[in-house]
């Protein structure tokens, strides 16, 4: 698509012999008009818009020139833009650019508007009713040009779709009936000591016990839901069934696996039963199985080496990716024959459970937690956070992903060290890929920098995890011992780079 566009965007501009052209493509789910590409001047030729800041510029349908137009149908020849009503600033205000004169024009298929090409700034006078009579020529074609663009990215969107489903069918299946009996016949002890402190160890619990330990935190939550019939809350075997099959669907990767997820379902277990019911019993089974569910699948790679490496996920998601490929795993498990746990929940039970789900697993992705805890500290510094707004509600859920996906980081000084050491096999598996493919990797990634792994870590907790934890118990209280566990682990690893450094001071000096 981006292709066509361009092409279309420079033949309309030595048509009429413009100084820039924009082709703005109609967005009728949203009533917008968006473009990813423009003519940025000064000999640059086309760019695309920044994708670290700005996805695609765009603006309401009813706003601007090319909005005029695109609700119209009508051509319009502007001699000054800026004395024009109609003319959208904000355009301009983003590209850094003057508009003077303006020729904008409908692109058509099957009657239907699909977008408009604006030509900026005739280099020589203004735009005339022959550039307009060119124009409308060229414009039948590059309707059908663009209708064949976004039919084969269609085409391509839904191979690539199918290669990440052959790719996943291929290494993962379901767990077999014999999995089920054998776990449903070890029993659900009725009590767990010490299940619900955040110092337990996820990491001592046996292999075989940990989907044990799984269903019975699934049943103290499901327990808080109301039905007609208490044995209507779960069904056993469901609930057996789909723990095994999500253990299944983790790949053997250094620390994204079956038991990290473990480990973090265990800690958001701690934190709904430490807060007592602060959030609502669906609410609380949505963040269990999110914290469950949320690295289905990983690869042991992060979605930026996903991007660089043109994988199929990165061609379907471009944001977020291996998260938002997390959250269609869950739903492809729960969509199993009997895997369903949400089977005896009403619809709209069920609809508001799967919303939360995928909001909760999005937000482990790391990207987007310094927007949310910036926007939560605000709510919190000027006490104006309230649990009955929906949208305070949802902040303090991500946040409290992100403090359990991290949950490491508050264990016990032995149980950290390791688990950080397993961490960085991962990081330095994936800056071996980079080198073999030319690319330099961060420090973090490179196994030769591996001395920097104390100062790292002391960057880590002081940048991510104690602004996580001090901001959760300053909402939640009795979250505050994962402040002192990250707190009394930083201790220890600022005491290994001043250690650390000192040797390499005396080395120097030698």
């Known amino acids: 698509m981006d292709t066509v566009i361009m092409k279309i965007m420079n033949f309309a501009q030595r048509l009429t012999n413009a100084d820039r052209a924009s082709l703005f493509l109609v967005d009728y789910k949203t009533n917008e008009l ?12 086309l760019q695309k818009v920044d994708g670290t ?21 009508e051509t319009t020849n502007i001699l000054d833009a800026y004395k024009d009503d109609r003319f959208n600033r ?30 900026v700034n005739k280099l020589n006078g203004v735009f005339t009713k022959s550039d307009e009579e ?23 969107r ?8 052959l790719e996943v069918l291929s290494y993962h299946a379901r767990c077999s009936e014999e999995e089920v009996t054998e776990c449903i016949n070890m029993q659900t002890p009725e009590k767990i000591p010490g299940l619900t402190t955040f110092e337990f160890s996820p990491w001592s619990v046996e292999d075989t016990r940990k989907p044990v330990y799984v269903l019975y935190m699934f049943k103290d939550l499901f327990k808080t839901i109301s039905t007609k019939r208490h044995e209507e809350r779960f069904d056993l075997e469901y609930l057996m069934r789909f723990t095994l099959t999500v253990r299944k669907n983790y790949r053997n990767v250094p620390y994204h696996n079956w038991i990290h997820a473990f480990s973090v379902a265990h800690s958001m277990y701690t934190l709904i039963k430490s807060t007592n019911n602060t959030f609502t019993p669906l609410e609380s089974l949505s963040l269990f199985v999110a914290c ?14 996903m991007v660089k490496s043109d994988t199929p996920l990165a061609a379907i998601y471009s944001t977020s990716t291996m998260e938002h490929h997390h959250f269609n795993q869950t739903v492809t498990i729960l969509q199993h024959e009997g895997h369903n746990i949400f089977n005896h929940l009403t619809s709209q039970e069920y609809k508001e459970v799967l919303g939360n789900i995928k909001k909760f697993i999005l937000a482990t992705d790391l990207a987007l937690f310094f927007g949310n805890k910036a926007r939560l500290k605000e709510l919190a510094d000027k006490k104006e956070f309230v649990w009955n707004k929906e949208e305070h509600r949802d902040l303090i859920m991500a946040v409290a992903m992100t403090g359990c996906d991290l949950c490491a980081s508050i264990k016990p000084w032995e149980i950290q060290l390791a688990t950080v050491h397993v961490i960085f096999e991962e990081f330095y598996a994936q800056g071996d890929e980079e080198k073999e493919q030319g690319i330099e990797p961060i ?3 490179d196994r030769d920098k591996a001395d920097q792994l104390p100062q790292s870590q002391v960057g880590f907790i002081v940048g991510i995890c104690l602004p996580c934890y001090e901001l959760l118990a300053n909402i939640l209280p009795e979250t505050h011992p994962m402040v002192m566990g990250a707190s009394s682990n930083l201790k220890k690893w600022k005491e290994l780079a001043e250690k650390q450094g000192a040797e390499k001071e005396t080395q120097s000096e030698a």
């Open 443 to 445: 420090a973090m990634m």
């Open 134 to 156: 060119a124009f409308e020529t060229f414009a039948v074609y590059c309707g059908l040009a663009l209708h064949h663009a976004k039919l084969y990215d269609k085409i391509r």
């Open 90 to 119: 904000d355009v301009d205000r983003q590209t850094g650019y003057t508009t003077k004169t303006i020729l904008c024009m409908p692109i058509y298929i099957r009657g239907c508007i699909i977008g408009v090409v604006q030509m």
């Open 53 to 73: 800041v700005h996805k695609e510029i765009r603006f309401p349908m009813d706003k601007g020139i090319a909005g005029h137009v695109a609700s119209t149908g």
């Open 292 to 305: 469950l569910c949320h690295d289905l699948d990983h690869r042991g790679k992060t979605n930026s080496f």
């Open 34 to 45: 968006y473009a990813r590409i423009f003519d940025v001047g000064d000999g640059q030729g």
């Open 158 to 165: 839904s191979e690539q779709k199918n290669k990440v489903a």
